[in-house]
């Protein structure tokens, strides 16, 4: 149980267009899920957190018009990096957390998504 | 000052010893506790979390918690190559909803 798929695992664009990636909870369901972004050799920096109907909270710095997230249902967060620039290149990565009775607030992590702008 | 640090390594054990990895944290209020092992490239995996003062075990890994002191520890025991990595500690603050705090990570390496 608890698995989160994330889709597409990798992705390539080029500088000023979109790319959207989705989080999906695949055995649970998520009222709330986060974006994290993670550069080579650095640490989980969280972007934002997605409330299911909601809008989602930022983290200081980041661009919600840039990084814009949808979290339509239980089920499925979306992230979107708009006009995407080559410094926008890095490892983006959602997690969700189960919901329910007695809940632990574990996170568990999607594999990731490698965005690479050129 | 950070409100969770961890060591970043790396932290050498031979194959076969115990791996000892610790992480202290700022916020007294915090609730949950969490290790997260992330291999180079990949998301990172739960590995195991704990709430409660005292000792938590799962197979090979034990986590210890001590709230009095800030301070929350993972063993690992008969250490095997395949768990090289690197660890990251998470913790729940009281009144933060769902948001975790996570350490920047101990880079483990287990040697033959």
Redesign the interface.
């Known amino acids: 149980g608890?698995v989160v798929s994330q889709h597409p695992s990798r992705v390539i664009c080029k500088s000023g267009t979109s790319v959207k990636i989705e989080c999906r909870s695949l055995d649970f369901q998520a009222t709330?899920m986060?974006w994290y972004r993670q550069f080579p050799k650095q640490?989980?920096m969280?972007m934002a957190?997605s409330n299911e109907g909601s809008k989602a909270t930022y983290e200081q710095g980041v661009e919600k018009d840039k990084f814009l997230i949808n979290h339509a249902s239980l089920t499925l967060s979306t992230l979107t990096v708009t006009s995407a620039h080559p410094e926008d290149s890095s490892?983006y990565?959602c997690s969700a957390?189960p919901e329910g009775q007695g809940?632990?607030?574990?996170?568990?992590?999607?594999?990731?998504t490698r965005l690479t702008v050129t | 000052q950070k409100e969770v640090e961890q060591n970043s390594g790396p932290l050498s054990v031979p194959e076969g010893a115990i791996a000892s990895l610790n992480c202290t944290y700022s916020d007294r209020g915090s609730?949950?506790f969490?290790w997260?092992r992330q291999y180079s490239?990949?998301?990172?995996?739960?590995i195991m979390?704990i709430?409660s003062n005292g000792d938590k075990e799962d197979g090979r890994f034990t986590a210890q918690l001590n709230k009095a002191s800030q301070y929350v520890s993972l063993l690992i025991r008969d250490s095997q190559p395949s768990d090289s990595a690197t660890y990251?500690c998470?913790v729940?603050a009281y009144g933060t909803?769902?948001?975790?705090t996570?350490?920047?990570?101990t880079r483990l390496q287990v040697t033959l």
Do not use: W
Request: glycine share 12%; net charge positive.
């Open positions: 608890a709330t986060f640490s989980l969280l957190t490892f990565i957390s809940r632990t607030y574990e996170q568990y992590f999607g594999p990731g | 609730q949950s969490f997260y490239g990949k998301s990172p995996e739960l979390f709430y990251l998470a729940k909803a769902s948001k975790l996570f350490g920047t990570g």
